[in-house]
């Protein structure tokens, strides 16, 4: 279908605006750029947070622990925000994480790893396994299920949630129940039809692609490393559960089917939607696309179907 109209409106409002890309700004004028994303979002929903920190490889980890009303123990997702490794926060994605939280009733821990190009690979990934299995092991002191936990993450933080779920799976634990991967980067791979469709004039950009990639990576050979590029995995078998979410108008939009494809060859249970008309980023663009909305609740439908029988498995 054409661009939704209300990304459309949003693609002449930022052009109007004369944002750059991100790949013709400096790393301190992108990060500010990015926090210009939370006059998008609509009114914030009411749901109870805390912030605190959690042990990490390299110092404490600042996360947000975000609990909606209800009775426990609770399901529990720990959620790693979009921004290409190099920017975004816990700030940024506050209003999104609250939705997930109300949507999926389940105890959100919104975990601020640290960015590229001061961190690069693999220090992002190992402050969010690490976070994860600090979260898994203190669930219930948080109101949670540690048998009904989650990752969860957009664009660079579905590329996260995808190599935590990995990583538990190879390094022994924690045991998950599901990875909610929301349009993620999966491959290092700029010549898809998404990519050649969307690169240009749909917000996310091929040349800011390659941008973050440089930062992240930094001089790291990349090679078949699953952590940093989950589709280059040899093996997705004995994966937990995964809902994928892509964009119509999203550069990534062929690489995130793709791994879906592949966990469901792999025997992993999967649902995956493409969200038409839609661009990249629109969970970040809520109050400027509500459209796009439903992409929360179907991503909560997947989650309650994938950890309805968790509790009773792990007994």
């Known amino acids: 279908m054409p661009v939704h109209p209300e990304a459309q409106q949003l693609l002449a409002a930022l052009e109007a605006q004369g944002m750059p890309p991100f790949d013709h700004m400096t790393v301190p004028q992108a990060r500010a750029a990015a926090q210009g994303f939370r006059d998008l979002q609509g009114e914030p929903e009411e749901v109870a947070t805390e912030d605190r920190v959690v042990p990490g490889p390299a110092g404490d980890i600042p996360v947000r622990v975000y609990t909606p009303e209800g009775d426990g123990p609770k399901p529990v997702i720990v959620y790693f925000h979009g921004g290409g490794w190099v920017i975004g926060d816990i700030e940024v994605c506050d209003n999104p994480v609250r939705r997930i939280a109300n949507r999926t009733g389940a105890v959100v821990v919104s975990v601020d790893y640290r960015l590229a190009p001061e961190h690069p690979y693999p220090a992002p990934f190992e402050d969010c396994y690490a976070a994860t299995a600090w979260v898994a092991e203190h669930a219930a002191e948080l109101g949670g299920d540690p048998a009904r936990v989650a990752t969860c993450g957009d664009s660079a933080g579905g590329n996260l949630a995808a190599a935590v779920a990995l990583a538990a799976r190879d390094r022994g634990g924690p045991r998950l129940a599901a990875q909610l991967l929301i349009y993620p980067v999966t491959d290092f791979?700029?010549?898809?039809?998404?990519?050649?469709?969307?690169?240009?004039?749909?917000?996310?950009?091929?040349?800011?692609?390659?941008?973050?990639?440089?930062?992240?990576?930094?001089?790291?050979?990349?090679?078949?490393?699953?952590?940093?590029?989950?589709?280059?995995?040899?093996?997705?078998?004995?994966?937990?559960?995964?809902?994928?979410?892509?964009?119509?108008?999203?550069?990534?939009?062929?690489?995130?089917?793709?791994?879906?494809?592949?966990?469901?060859?792999?025997?992993?249970?999967?649902?995956?939607?493409?969200?038409?008309?839609?661009?990249?980023?629109?969970?970040?663009?809520?109050?400027?696309?509500?459209?796009?909305?439903?992409?929360?609740?179907?991503?909560?439908?997947?989650?309650?179907?994938?950890?309805?029988?968790?509790?009773?498995?792990?007994?």
Not at 287 to 301: K, N, R
Request: net charge negative.
């Open 189 to 315: 791979d700029f010549t898809t039809e998404s990519y050649r469709q969307n690169g240009e004039g749909y917000l996310l950009t091929k040349g800011a692609m390659v941008w973050f990639w440089a930062h992240y990576l930094g001089a790291y050979d990349l090679g078949k490393d699953p952590y940093a590029c989950p589709a280059r995995a040899d093996d997705l078998s004995g994966l937990p559960p995964a809902f994928v979410a892509t964009a119509e108008y999203d550069p990534l939009r062929d690489e995130g089917e793709a791994y879906a494809a592949a966990l469901k060859a792999a025997g992993v249970e999967v649902t995956a939607k493409r969200y038409d008309g839609m661009l990249h980023g629109f969970a970040w663009t809520l109050g400027a696309t509500p459209s796009g909305a439903v992409m929360i609740d179907d991503l909560a439908e997947a989650f309650r179907k994938a950890t309805s029988g968790s509790s009773d498995r792990a007994a």
